[in-house]
């Protein structure tokens, strides 16, 4: 339902008319040209192949919502004069009440947003937005009473409360503001980054730093990448998160961009966020998520092109430049990320963050000497290791493992177990190495069972289980496990050839050279590939340990 208003307000027909779709080397081809460019995300060229278009064709209705959409979402000039021409279209009645609220005329901002239909994302966004063009003209009693009837019974009633809390807190109506602040932490559960934010900043500017800063805390321990800003989030904790009726229509946009993109519908939260930075350029958040949608659509470039506007003095930019560099390894430029990397840390002494990313950088690349020293470096820097802090000697004991040093690979899981019993993950690479060596089977098929009981979905998981039934001799368990196993993965090699020696160990041995040959066909590691050769040419797969 989120999406369906704009859906009808942006998707295109499949060509322009037919008039214009018979001229091949004209507007159609500057159509197609704009479609393919606005799919690839690059808005500037798809704005003047349309623009170029409706010059041939001015009365095109798809050119000149295609063309609208387009110059929108590139920040050019023409949107507002083509949005004057789509009454109908939700866009663009969003951009013209942003034009004028910016220019202070609030009460021809809010006749634009009560113009948006009341259907779809229209209904949750339009509430929000009249009630900030009210705040905007200093008629807070009508803000508050705009929301109020969506504070009962909505899904969205965390949304709504904590913007009429920014309302009431702006009005200086502070038991308001205090009333409603509780009820949206309440509602929305989980603290995100900008609730977090907006709450730790009353709770300083009402004298009780305390909480604040176990409110930023809790954030941080959700979202560890958060942890390397919080010194710079509590320094400006005192600062208001939202000063005016502008920022609060762009927190509006954002808050929708992040539910719609929660739904898959990037495409119509880059519009929300475009409109969101139009109104407040440096709304770091907000180019965040922007950024996160276009890594999650392969855009990596055009993500970094997004978090480049970073000032280096903002409060999120140790996040940012995480992301820089996550962003720098995935375009091919490793030492260039691992260089960011190092300074990152020579910046943020007290954060094992940039340590921990380039071990993860170096591991990827199968550099695993080079990353046991990276999270070293990290490690050093954990004063006391806390739960959350389990990751790090994980990710280390991977590398040891990797590296041939099962000893310390062994106690880095165990130490990383002792930080969080019920992780899965630790439960599952331990108990599947034991199970591999033929050692601990009862004790390594207890952790995966209980690996299991958390992610009982997981194929990798599964095939941990089948794999040490395997070992335990449980052979028909094993099968049925590991079936499950491949039905979860079916195009993972190591647990199609783990089903390939269970099939054999039962004497079904014309499917286990079946599934053998399957394996190969998905690339298996060159070591695991020699494997599944060596069973192929009679070589007897798996020692059975019974009773162990």
């Known amino acids: 339902m989120l999406v369906l208003a704009l859906l009808s307000a942006c998707a295109a027909a499949d060509a322009p008319t037919a008039a214009a779709s018979s001229d091949t080397t004209g507007v ?113 009693d009508a803000a508050l009473a705009t929301i109020h009837p969506y504070l009962d019974g909505q899904r969205f009633r965390g949304v709504y409360a904590l913007h009429s809390a920014l309302i009431a807190d702006q009005a200086g109506r502070m038991t308001d503001a205090a009333r409603l602040y509780r009820l949206a932490v309440s509602e929305y559960g989980t603290t995100n980054l900008r609730l977090a934010q907006i709450v730790a900043s009353w709770q300083a500017r009402q004298g009780q730093p305390g909480a604040a800063q176990k409110t930023l805390a ?85 993500a970094r092109q997004t978090l480049a506007q970073v000032r280096g003095d903002d409060t999120l930019i140790g996040v940012v430049r995480l992301h820089r560099a996550t962003e720098s390894e995935r375009l ?8 960011d990397l190092r300074k990152l840390a020579q910046d943020y002494p007290a954060s094992p963050l940039p340590a921990m990313r380039e071990g993860d950088l170096l591991r990827s690349k199968q550099r695993f000497a080079e990353a046991i020293t990276a999270y070293d470096r990290a490690i050093a820097r954990i004063s006391q290791p806390m739960e959350q802090d389990w990751l790090v000697f994980y990710d280390r004991a991977i590398c040891y493992e990797r590296a041939h040093q099962w000893a310390k690979a062994e106690a880095d899981f165990k130490h990383a177990l002792s930080l969080a019993p019920d992780q899965p993950y630790v439960l599952n690479y331990l108990g599947y190495s034991w199970a591999d060596m033929g ?44 079936e499950r196993a491949v039905e979860l993965e079916p195009e993972d090699p190591a647990i199609n050839g783990h089903l390939g020696d269970a099939y054999w160990a039962a004497g079904r041995k014309l499917e286990a050279t079946y599934q053998w040959r399957r394996a190969l066909t998905f690339n298996p590691e060159p070591a695991d590939a020699v494997k599944l050769e060596a069973k192929l040419q009679g070589s007897k797969p798996i020692s059975v340990v019974s009773g162990q």
């Open 439 to 482: 050692q601990h089977l009862h004790q390594a098929r207890e952790m995966i069972e209980k690996a299991i009981q958390h992610r009982p979905n997981d194929g990798a998981i599964v095939d941990s289980l089948g794999w040490v039934m395997l070992r335990q001799g449980d052979i028909d368990d094993a099968v049925r496990t590991l």
């Open 28 to 140: 159609f081809a500057q159509y197609l040209v704009g479609r393919f460019a606005l799919d690839q995300s690059d808005p500037q060229t798809a704005a003047a192949q349309f623009l170029q278009a409706r010059a041939s064709r001015p009365d095109d209705t798809e050119l000149l919502q295609q063309a609208f959409i387009a110059a929108l979402t590139a920040g050019r000039p023409e949107a507002a004069e083509l949005a004057r021409q789509l009454p109908d279209s939700q866009p663009a009645q969003l951009l013209l009440g942003a034009i004028q609220a910016r220019a202070g005329h609030w009460q021809a901002a809010e006749q634009h947003f009560r113009a948006l239909p009341h259907q779809g994302l229209a209904q949750l966004l339009q509430p929000l937005l009249i009630a900030w063009a009210q705040q905007g003209a200093g008629h807070t």
């Open 218 to 302: 809790a954030m941080a321990a959700d979202a560890p990448e958060l942890s390397i800003s919080l010194p710079a989030l509590l320094s400006a904790v005192t600062r208001p998160p939202v000063a005016n009726a502008i920022d609060g229509i762009a927190e509006s946009y954002l808050a929708l961009a992040a539910a719609l993109n929660q739904q898959d519908a990037g495409q119509f939260a880059m519009l929300l966020l475009h409109l969101a930075l139009e109104l407040r350029p440096d709304f770091t958040p907000a180019r965040l998520l922007a950024a996160d949608i276009l890594d999650s659509q392969h855009l990596t470039e055009k």
């Open 332 to 339: 091919g430029h490793v030492d260039d990320a691992t260089r």
